[in-house]
């Protein structure tokens, strides 16, 4: 089956660590995006990318890190200097082209202790 | 600066009537729309897209129409069902990119009733 995997489902971590969320995708996808969701917010873009070994920031791209060494792959590390990392975190793929429509992950909830 | 606007946070239907939900865009370089439905702690699902040259796109029981004057979009559901009880949000990307980068609404939630 084809689709995007992200764990774990859920995931605590005391204030001051780093944590890094996994995505992966079997869509054979070029583009991989990771947003964040606040309650009563929509979906904010926090990292993509088009390509392997190369990535951009989103709009809110601070505290956060990413790589992308496997097309498939593309890790978030959430870092000590995010303010506010307690989230609900989604993962998205796309095939690269003009009007290209996004699938999402299960996503991950992170709570900070 | 909000450049998708969903203004009802929340809309209740009866089950077997029509749900139509609204979203308004202030970026004119807008051109491709899509609507996504979301239940509690799950991922967002694709439902339907549009095309700046189109001003209505169909799918089963979903419609959506794209009014590029008004910088406004709609959802309609006919017949609603409990099961489309979720947040719906929409979301636009600019013309020219090679990634579809999006930018979302806030999301309204929609209560089917039986």
């Known amino acids: 089956d084809g689709g995007i995997t992200q764990s774990p489902k859920y995931l605590f971590r005391k204030e001051g660590q780093n944590v890094t969320l996994s995505c992966e995708q079997n869509?054979?996808?070029?583009?991989m995006y990771w947003y964040r969701q606040d309650p009563g917010q929509g979906l904010r873009l926090i990292y993509y990318?088009?390509?392997?070994?190369?990535?951009q920031k989103g709009d809110i791209a601070e505290g956060y890190s990413v790589s992308r060494e496997k097309k498939e792959s593309f890790p978030l590390t959430v870092t000590s200097a995010q303010k506010n990392p307690t989230a609900f975190y989604l993962c998205?793929?796309?095939?690269?082209?003009?009007?290209?429509?996004?699938?999402f992950g299960p996503g991950t909830r992170l709570t900070v202790l | 600066d909000q450049q998708v606007k969903q203004n009802s946070p929340s809309l209740s239907v009866q089950e077997g009537r029509i749900s139509i939900l609204n979203c308004d865009y202030t970026?004119?370089?807008?051109?491709?729309f899509l609507w996504y439905k979301k239940y509690p702690a799950e991922g967002p699902t694709f439902l339907i897209s549009?095309?700046?040259?189109?001003d209505k796109n169909e799918d089963g029981r979903f419609t959506v129409f794209l009014n590029k004057s008004a910088k406004h979009l709609s959802l309609h559901i006919v017949p609603s069902q409990p099961g489309d009880s979720a947040v719906y949000f929409c979301?636009?990307?600019?013309?020219?990119?090679?990634?579809?980068?999006?930018?979302f609404g806030q999301g309204t939630i929609l209560t089917v009733h039986p």
């Open positions: 970026n004119s370089m807008f051109d491709y």
């Open positions: 869509l054979n996808h070029d583009a």
């Open positions: 979301a636009a990307s600019v013309g020219g990119t090679s990634y579809g980068k999006l930018t």
């Open positions: 549009i095309s700046s040259i189109k």
């Open positions: 990318s088009q390509i392997v070994n190369d990535f």
């Open positions: 998205a793929s796309s095939m690269l082209g003009i009007q290209t429509t996004q699938y």
